[in-house]
């Protein structure tokens, strides 16, 4: 008679102490997730509005590239058959923005998995770490620290102008890999090509002009330079566009697992509570 | 024609960074604060040989005293 309700309050003290513990657990762990989604809300705040310069940035940036682009188009030059290329991977360093530099590593593989020989500029730490694993052999200069702020030409200059003075890197044309900005929450690895001056030379339309060397010269660091900044300045948009929306995901899913904790919270307090009411009453009844 | 600068090693970008940055510094004070956004330059190059990575080093288009005297 009196063993019965000893066992009954012992397990119910079992019960409750266990309880008790999920409780804390749940407790932190709140805590913790609650600081994770103001930590995301705020990256996403920031991302927006770096999205929206980067978009004014970019709507400016693309008339360098159209510059290259209509220029190449109008003169109708086409890429020679056996031309030597020169890849220019365009990434940055920051991350947490989505697919945005796994899917150019991916891209840049898949080239030098056909182009096995082609030298690499790598901008960005973040592309240069996933291709310094796969083909570091190839890799001929890699700027960092970029993504911060959006590139001016003069940056732009700089990189270009690294490249081309340096000759032992031997190359005719260039493939940029870039992402383009599709929209607020898509992007797209694209490839601008960069002619050399003996295809622009072999052009149709250009031919029929009569040209100075070394104007030409001029004409193809330009051309070069160009491109790189609209690469540069279209790919930073879309990075920033690609963080704020997965900053947006990040916070969504905190606030999802918030939610179901703070129900599971009340379930278990509530079941402390019924567990002491429990106690109280089987004691009572006991007497 | 050859150009000066041609001959001296520099390129076309080297040139025309030149001669930007010289109209940049003739701007009215007042416009000044604005201009200085598009010259600030923090990358960074690093050379890799065979595989490895040299040092980084800052990357300009063009060295100049009046950025080592600033």
Known sequence: ?????????????????????????????????????????????????????????????????????????????????????????????????????????RQSRKYLAENPDAPVVVLGDKAKVQLQRAYPNNIKYSFSQLGSTIPTFDETSAIASTVLNDKEIVFDNAKLLYNRFVSAIAFETDSIECFPIEQIVEAPNFKAYEYQDEVLENLNEFLLANSLHWALVEGHAAEMAAKRSAMENATKNAGDIINRLTLQYNRGRQAVITNELIDIITGASAL | MTFAWRTV???????????????RRTAKPELQSEIAKREGMAIKVAKWEAGKSGMPAPASVIETRTVAEN
Request: hydrophobic share 45%; net charge positive; charged share 20%.
């Open chain 1, 1 to 105: 008679m009196l063993a019965r309700p000893a066992v009954a309050a012992r397990t119910a003290v079992f019960v409750q102490t266990r309880n008790m513990a999920t409780l804390k657990e749940i407790q932190t762990r709140l805590k913790s997730i609650t600081n994770i989604s103001k930590i995301t809300a705020s990256m996403k705040m920031i991302a927006s509005t770096k999205t929206t310069r980067a978009q004014r940035a970019m709507k400016v940036a693309r008339a360098y590239g159209k510059v290259s682009n209509d220029f190449v188009k109008q003169a109708e030059v086409e890429k020679a058959a056996e031309a030597k290329e020169l890849l220019i991977t365009v990434s940055s360093d920051k991350g947490l923005c989505g697919g945005i530099h796994s899917s150019l590593a």
């Open chain 2, 9 to 23: 090693g520099m390129n076309y970008l080297q040139y025309s960074s030149i001669a930007a940055r010289a109209l």
